[in-house]
């Protein structure tokens, strides 16, 4: 559901970091973000700069993969954090109208009463597939701003020379 995306890196993992946090200081960058993760990982979460940032704009969370020997930047789109937590919350709350409606509902059975309680457990998977859907007209009003981060970090990663290259000149 969170879009994701995964490309090598041209230099190695402290050459491409370091070129992200001056790009990120340059105050014509199109986005802000903070690096993170000095021991153990690096990472970064990057996010449109305020004047630009709508209530569907997501955030881009940046992780480096070292496992096979050449480095990777691995990353994941995701809505900001308050409309992450109202997802939640909605999701929760439908859950647990649902097991309401049903228990009321078996409840009502038992007593050999009409079980019109159980009407409310279509309701709320409705509701629920309806708010799943959201997420992804979210994801449509949002694509200009994934791009936008997406670019940033290309252009940065592009900017770095070859890792290659630049052992080949040290030897």
Known sequence: MRPVFSTALRADADAFFAALQRAL???AAPC???LYGERDGRGAILRRHERDQHFWSPALHLHLDEDDGAPSLHGRFSPS?????????IY???T?????CACYGGAQMILDEPPWAFVGVPIAVALFAFTYGAAFIGQGLGSE???????????VNAARPQVAER???AG
């Not at 647990?96 to 309401?100: G, H, L, S, Y």
């Not at 701003?145 to 252009?155: C, E, H, I, S």
Request: proline share 5%; net charge negative; aromatic share 10%.
């Open 25 to 27: 200081q340059d105050p």
């Open 81 to 89: 954090s308050p409309v992450w937590t109202a997802f939640l919350a």
């Open 167 to 169: 052992d080949e000149r």
């Open 145 to 155: 701003d994934m791009y936008a981060l997406r670019a940033f970090v290309d252009a």
């Open 92 to 94: 929760l709350t439908l």
């Open 32 to 34: 802000r973000g903070m």
């Open 96 to 100: 647990i109208v649902a097991v309401a």
